[in-house]
């Protein structure tokens, strides 16, 4: 099985940037659907963006469309997620999740695998 660890959260100003990583050992992600999902206070997982195994995104939710992009870099056996123009309403824990079965990558349950997560905080 594949584990993944995210990396690249931070507190950053509105209007900021941070790029987020999703690593993984054990298996080559490539192999896997990557999401990316995060998590506020008091809400439920909401699905950011996925990429498939051909390197073609899914839709981007509409609160991130043209602001995030999601990418691969298969020699590093990881997943990105570029942030620009972060908001306040940004902020939560955002996880990278791996599925190697083709489904519905928009909900948490497609996801067999999951990272722990990392804390993207943006102040106003």
């Known amino acids: 099985q594949v584990q993944l660890v995210e990396s690249g959260g931070g507190l950053v100003q509105a209007g900021g940037s941070l790029r987020l990583s999703c690593a993984a050992s054990?298996?080559?992600?490539?192999?896997?659907?990557v999401g990316w999902f995060r998590q506020a206070p008091g809400k439920e997982r909401e699905f950011v963006t996925a990429?498939?195994?051909?390197?073609?995104?899914?839709p981007y939710a509409d609160s991130v469309k043209g602001r995030f992009t999601i990418s691969r870099d298969n020699a590093k056996n990881t997943v990105s997620l570029q942030m620009n123009s972060l908001e306040p309403e940004d902020t939560a824990v955002y996880y990278c999740?791996?599925?190697?079965?083709?489904?519905?990558?928009?909900?948490?349950?497609?996801?067999?695998?999951w990272g722990q997560g990392t804390q993207v905080t943006v102040s106003s």
């Open positions: 999740a791996a599925s190697d079965i083709i489904g519905t990558p928009t909900i948490p349950s497609h996801y067999a695998y």
């Open positions: 990429i498939l195994w051909s390197g073609r995104s899914t």
């Open positions: 054990g298996r080559t992600l490539s192999r896997y659907i």
